[in-house]
C-alpha cells in the first residue's frame, strides 16, 4: 500500500464499445453488448476486492444524439440489465442506485429501474451507482436550483449558497467522491462526468475496449492508485522541504 487514502469509491468511463466491435467487423450494438457483460464482471470483481462504491458512465445527456437505432438499442439492453440481473446483485449483496435526470429516461427504463433499486434497497456491501441520462455540468445546475430553492424557503441570502450546500443537492450525496476515475479505450478525458466530485480524483487511463477490460485490468487500476501520493492541493506532507516550511512557519519565521 502506498500513501493514498483506502480505495472506496472506483468510477468508470465505459469507452471504447464500437471501436471493439469495429475491429470485429460487428455492428456498434454489438460492442454495447459485450460491453455489458464487462459490467457484469467488473461489478462482481469491484464486490471481490472489497471495493464499497462504484459509479458506471452508462449513458451520458450527450448520448441522445446517437443514431436513434443506437439509442433504442442501448436502452434495451439497460433495461433488461435492470430488469434481470437484480437475483446477480442480491446475491453479490450489490445496492444500485442512480445518477442523472432519470426522469427524462423512456418509462420501461424507469420502471425497470426504480424496481431493482427498491429489490436492492437494503444491500450493504458495495454501492453501484449507474449514471443515466448523466451529465455533469447538468447535476451541478440542478444541484444549485435545488439549493437556491432551500435558500429561498429558508429566508436566506446568496451567502447561504456554499460548497457545503451545493454538494448536498448533488444526485448521490451520500456516496463518498471518487477515489479513482478509470477511463478505457486510451482516451484522457473526463467528457462531463463527475465533474463536480472527481475534482481531487486519480485519474487511469487504459488502454483496452471497456468490452476486453478484465479483472486483470482492474487490478492494474487498483495498483497504480495504491502507488499514487494524493496531496488535495495540500502539498506533499513527506516531502522534506513541506516539512521545513511548516517548522518555519511554527517558529514565526517570515520567508
Ligand atoms: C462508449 O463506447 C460506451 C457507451 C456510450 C455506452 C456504455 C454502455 C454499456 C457498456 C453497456 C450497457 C450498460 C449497462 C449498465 C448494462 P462508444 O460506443 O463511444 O465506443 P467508441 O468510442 O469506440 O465508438
Redesign the pocket.
Known sequence: MGASPPLRHVAFI???????AKARGKL?TS??RA??E??RRVVRHAGNLGIPYLT?Y??STE?WSRPRVEVEA?MR??ER?LRTETPELNANGVRLVAIGDVDRLPGKVRRSLDGAIAATRGNERLTLA?ALNYGGRDEIVRAARKAAEQLVLDGQGVDGLTAESIARCLDAPDMPNPDLVVRT?GEMRLSNFLIWQAAYAELYWSAK??PEFGEADFDAAVAEYDRRVRKFGGGNPSDSDTARLREYAGRGLKL
Open positions: 465505459m469507452d471504447g464499445n464500437g471501436r471493439w456498434r460492442g454495447h460491453g455489458a464487462t459490467v458506471l452508462a449513458f448520448n442501448l439492453l439497460i440489465f449507474l479505450a475496449t471497456w
